[in-house]
């Protein structure tokens, strides 16, 4: 795949030199334009941020490496999150341990075979303790309270070690499942200890909660443990299981 993309850019810019030298040769700036446009195309060429770099260091895998029917939207890649924040940067990709990986395909797996045409979706991977930091400080509730949320980056959350993941589910149209809640919403509405509570009550649908059940089959069948008020996170393994096998990220 790199020895493809790069023959290809070479002849890009190779034809590219040819037509530079007619009469209607354009200006010296278009080269440089050119190159960047190409290596656009082609992913291989592309900087690897600096986050993706420090994860690979650390020996985790770009999940759509394992299993490329996985979608990924990483909402701290974005604004849409709840410090409304983005702090990731140019961080595009999911990474896990390799054997939290590997569960996850399994549940992909799972999913596709129950539902065809599902897809899991996810919203965040493994995450540098760094970016721990920064949402526990942007957190906006009391210092007693955040933990309820939000994991002190003195202990590390799960997601620190790269062995928990925030996702949901795709349709065909790649368009997610009505969860009942959006990702990162605080409260009762998003606890799947509640849920039985929220539907006696009207605030959760028969409708939504049938599809929390699609994502959760298929991640427990995995192997996964649910977290209790989160209904996106799922833990690849314990908080001391993953201390005791990998470093933090850092």
């Avoid at 656009?40 to 770009?62: F, H, S, Y």
């Avoid at 349709?171 to 809640?181: A, C, Q, R, S």
Wanted: hydrophobic share 40%; net charge positive.
């Amino acid at each position: 795949m790199k020895k493809n993309g790069l023959i290809l850019f070479l002849a890009l810019l190779s034809n590219f030199a040819c037509q530079s030298s007619s009469k209607d040769s354009q200006s010296p700036g278009t080269l440089t334009q050119t190159v960047v446009s190409v290596a656009d195309t082609v992913p291989e060429l592309r900087p690897i941020p600096a986050l993706e770099r420090q994860m690979i260091k650390q020996g985790l895998v770009n999940v759509q490496t394992i299993d490329s029917t996985i979608s990924v939207e990483l909402k701290y890649s974005t604004t849409d999150n709840f410090v409304k924040k983005d702090v990731y940067g140019d961080l595009e990709n999911a990474y896990l341990q390799l054997e939290v990986a590997k569960k996850l395909a399994r549940a992909s797996t799972l999913l596709r075979k129950t539902n065809p045409g599902y897809r899991l979706l996810i919203y965040d991977a493994a995450r540098p303790n760094s970016v721990q930091q920064i949402l526990w400080d942007e957190i906006k509730v009391p210092e007693r309270q955040k933990p309820q949320y939000v994991a002190n980056p003195k202990i590390g959350s799960i997601h620190n070690f790269g062995c928990a993941i925030d996702l949901t589910v795709a349709n065909e149209k790649g368009v997610p499942l009505d969860m009942g809640t959006p990702y990162d919403f605080f409260g009762p509405l998003a606890y799947p200890r509640m849920e039985s509570q929220m539907v006696a009550q009207g605030k959760l649908t028969k409708a939504q909660l049938a599809n929390r059940q699609i994502l959760r089959r298929a991640m427990t069948q995995a192997g996964f443990r649910q977290n209790t008020t989160e209904w996106w996170h799922y833990d690849g393994l314990s908080r001391a299981n993953a201390k005791a096998k990998y470093g933090m990220i850092k």
